[in-house]
């Protein structure tokens, strides 16, 4: 069993940036591809980005890319997600979520994770 909590959302203007963090307990870290989702009112969960067991792999939606960045830290057990230039679109409840990996696979499909935080809002405002 893997527990995640998130921190770090908020309200920020167009144009701001946020840091969320991911702190994961239970079993071990790095048996863990991590990856963070959203999810806008009234829409479904999406993929933002992901990253792999030993950090060397990354990946990120069109919609982010080049504005986020993921990255982790093995030694604190945790996963954070460096969010600039955030839009107003960038609204949302933001999920980590943790899926076993045995090798540098990255997944950007909510099937292939296993465990999930609570979520914490980012509100850009225009």
């Known amino acids: 069993q893997v527990q995640l909590v998130e921190s770090g959302g908020g309200l920020v203007q167009a144009g701001g940036s946020l840091r969320l963090s991911c702190a994961a307990s239970g079993r071990t870290f790095t048996s863990y591809a991590m990856g963070w989702f959203r999810q806008a009112p009234g829409k479904e969960r999406e993929f933002v980005a992901a990253?792999?067991?030993?950090?060397?792999?990354?990946y990120y939606a069109d919609s982010v890319k080049g504005r986020f960045t993921i990255s982790r830290d093995n030694a604190k057990n945790t996963v954070y997600l460096q969010m600039n230039s955030l839009k107003p679109e960038d609204t949302a409840v933001y999920y980590c979520?943790?899926?076993?990996?045995?090798?540098?696979?990255?997944?950007?499909?909510?099937?292939?994770?296993?465990?999930w935080g609570q979520g914490t809002q980012v509100t850009v405002s225009s």
């Open positions: 979520a943790a899926g076993a990996a045995s090798s540098g696979s990255v997944y950007i499909d909510t099937r292939h994770y296993n465990y």
């Open positions: 990253i792999s067991w030993s950090g060397g792999t990354t």
